[in-house]
């Protein structure tokens, strides 16, 4: 994970630059009309300096540092322009220079997009702390992500290529995908492998995009199970032992399969719009309203399973 401390390292910065402009202003005795683009050399400083607290990842990630280094070359020039040191006006060096500095900005990125950008790759351990329940939101736009069962004391764990987001409040804990580096599997791949714990009750949210998702969920301990989910690809595998679990699920164009153990029994409600609902009736005979197991008022595990479709398929599927 990153720093805790990047926020306030990045504060001092522009503090401290604020103080060093001010400074050099007093002592070389410059005019505003003369010390101005010492403001651009800052943005640029700053900009620097928080690439580099995100980490620069090998060759592909000089892109990262273009634009402050940037700001800092024209705010020199703009600057050594204002005191005299170039022997012109600035609105003159920039008539002169900006075709010459966009065609090279321009062939820059152009080289960039064919150097591979690595993808950062992450550990994560969050530990219990005592809890004897959790909610738990995930937030993944694109790319693959499976679910395993935490280390024992963690509340989460896992290895996060493309980076990961970490939030924890008195409402819970939320992972996101980190952006910083670009979209994920747009300009690099991102797959998560995610341990969850099984050792306390969750109410597990996950939110998905353009994802493949594979969430075996069948020796945690899940309440209530949310998921949204746009053009995705997703198989679940529910609790064996988990007493009663809530599933509510809404999805776009996607495909859903969902994996009832046995000895879980499970009532089931599905409407999709355009496209298949399907329901191992073998298992989870018609009812009134859905499909329910013979058994599912008296188990002692089961699952109350509704779900609302766009355009896709839906299937829900007993398995040993």
Do not use: C
């Not at 594979?214 to 690809?233: E, M, P, Y």
């Not at 529910?238 to 499970?266: C, F, H, K, Q, Y």
Request: aromatic content about 6%; charged content about 20%; proline content about 5%.
């Amino acid at each position: 994970m990153r720093p805790a401390g990047r926020g306030p390292l990045i504060a001092a910065t522009w503090l401290m630059g604020l103080g060093v402009v001010l400074l050099v202003k007093q002592i070389l005795g410059l005019g505003w009309d003369e010390a101005w683009p010492m403001f651009i050399v800052l943005v640029g400083v700053v900009g620097l300096v928080t690439r580099v607290l995100r980490g620069v990842h090998g060759f592909g990630g000089l892109w990262d540092v273009t634009w402050p280094l940037a700001w800092i070359v024209v705010g020199g020039g703009l600057l050594a322009s204002t005191t005299g040191n170039l022997g012109t006006g600035p609105l003159e060096v920039v008539d002169e220079w900006w075709p010459a500095a966009a065609i090279a900005l321009g062939a820059w990125f152009l080289i960039g997009a064919f150097v591979p950008r690595p993808a950062p790759i992450e550990t994560l351990a969050v530990m219990l702390d005592g809890a004897t329940a959790a909610a738990i939101r995930i937030r993944f736009g694109a790319g693959e992500i499976s679910t395993v069962r935490a280390g024992t004391g963690n509340l989460v764990d896992g290895r996060f290529e493309g980076g990961v987001l970490v939030r924890r409040d008195a409402h819970g804990l939320e992972l996101a995908q980190d952006t910083t580096f670009g979209l994920p599997w747009l300009d690099h791949d991102s797959r998560w492998t995610l341990g969850l714990s099984g050792e306390v009750p969750l109410d597990l949210r996950l939110e998905t995009g353009a994802a493949r998702a594979r969430l075996d969920l069948s020796d945690l301990r899940i309440r209530t199970l949310d998921l949204q989910s746009g053009a995705s690809d997703t198989r679940i595998r529910l609790p064996r032992n988990a007493g009663a679990t809530s599933v509510r699920a809404e999805t776009g164009a996607a495909a859903l399969v969902i994996e009832v153990p046995d000895g879980v029994g499970a009532r089931i409600r599905s409407q999709v719009a355009l496209g298949a609902s399907n329901v191992d009736q073998t298992r989870f005979p018609r009812t009134i309203d859905g499909y329910a197991s013979p058994d599912y008022a008296s188990a002692a595990n089961r699952a109350d399973i509704e779900v609302r479709g766009g355009i896709g398929s839906v299937q829900v599927v007993g398995v040993a």
